[in-house]
């Protein structure tokens, strides 16, 4: 069973946070081994005593705005891909999947279709406020095609 956990991380100058990443895999004996996906800035965590020593802090918790999401629930992986930037789901399924961890599954953003998050391409790119640009949506490969043929015409 993974967990995978969703925290306002980041932390420099010019940039005030950004959503950083990691997961708990738990084994038989519920041991947990902890995997950094995308920890930035001085608010990345690095490590599992480090998340235990935070997490013991109501107020980190509430900053944070620390969420949980477990592998065994496909709501709960649903609500984690369909609410966050493609950008961030393909970033967090790369890893999963080069970890042979987890393969993240969401909805695509025009035709509703549960897809793989390897298989779908990201939607149109904006600035973030900042310096970076991420993509909003994640779109199946058909709605993708059917979009750049649209804006063709
Ligand atoms: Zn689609």
Redesign the pocket.
């Known amino acids: 069973m993974i967990n995978i956990y969703e925290y306002k991380g980041g932390g420099y100058d010019g940039c005030h946070w950004e959503w950083n990443f990691f997961a708990l895999e738990f084994n038989e004996d519920r041991d947990a081994t902890f995997h950094n996906i995308l920890s930035t800035g001085r608010k990345g965590l690095k490590s599992y005593e480090e998340f235990q020593e935070k997490v013991q802090s109501e107020a980190w918790v509430m900053r944070s705005k620390l969420s949980m999401y477990s592998s065994v629930s496909d709501d709960q992986m649903f609500e984690f891909v369909d609410g966050m930037s493609a950008t961030n789901a393909k970033r967090v399924d790369w890893y999963l999947r080069e970890h042979d961890l987890f393969t993240l599954k969401g909805h695509?953003?025009?035709?509703?279709?549960v897809?793989d998050v390897e298989d779908?391409n990201e939607g149109p790119w904006e600035g973030d406020g900042g310096i970076g640009i991420y993509s909003k949506d994640l779109?199946?490969?058909?709605?993708?095609r059917k979009r750049r043929e649209d804006a063709d015409d």
């Open positions: 695509c953003w025009e035709c509703g279709d897809f779908m779109f199946c490969l058909d709605c993708a």
